[in-house]
């Protein structure tokens, strides 16, 4: 694309403001909380970092969450959070390989067929089982996600941890807005 040299500041802007129309990126989001604290959160107290991971840090267990925020407002952000019944996302259903001595191993099935079956536990080891071999593979309906965020996370802190993973999605193109400073925000 050539460059727009012969337009003037205000003429460059009203085309990129035109242009985020065209893309759905018109009003900047305003994130609910600090999302430097939420950083925090995710990868202390929430214990989030244990599956999900950020830009490359954190766990595997769990889906990648570097663009979960990107196009979702606050609240849908936070009510994913506090859900009590989830789906689970194909590759990420929790089983128990039970062998036929008795042995079990927990993990996510990472890859399964008629004939085999490929759990990853949470120290990241990929375990390969014919199905014949085993006693039995029991599944789990209920998602590894706690559901207790509400107890666990104050009201400031589930806006902390909402605000970190709007801020972690969005681009540079799309800017967000802080909400209202409060006192003790050391920002």
Request: hydrophobic residues 30%; aromatic residues 8%; charged residues 25%.
């Amino acid at each position: 694309m050539p460059a727009f040299h012969s337009l003037s500041a205000g003429q460059v802007q009203s085309l990129v403001s035109y242009i985020r129309t065209l893309q759905g990126k018109t009003e900047a989001r305003v994130l609910p909380g600090n999302a430097v604290r939420g950083k925090d959160i995710f990868f202390g107290k929430g214990e989030c970092s244990n599956c999900h991971s950020i830009s490359g840090h954190g766990g595997f267990l769990g889906p990648d969450l570097t663009s979960f925020g990107a196009s979702s407002s606050a609240e849908s952000i936070s009510e994913a959070i506090n859900r009590s019944k989830r789906i689970i996302p194909f590759g990420y259903r929790p089983a128990s390989a039970i062998r036929r001595d008795g042995t079990s191993i927990e993990g996510v099935v990472r890859n399964e067929d008629n004939f085999t079956v490929q759990l990853q536990t949470q120290d990241g080891a990929f375990h390969f089982f014919q199905k014949s071999d085993l006693q039995k593979l029991e599944y789990q309906n209920q998602s590894l996600m706690p559901t207790n965020y509400a107890e666990r996370l104050s009201h400031d802190e589930l806006n902390d941890l909402v605000s970190y993973l709007m801020d972690a999605s969005s681009s540079k193109d799309k800017p967000a807005k802080r909400a209202p400073k409060k006192e003790d925000d050391p920002e």
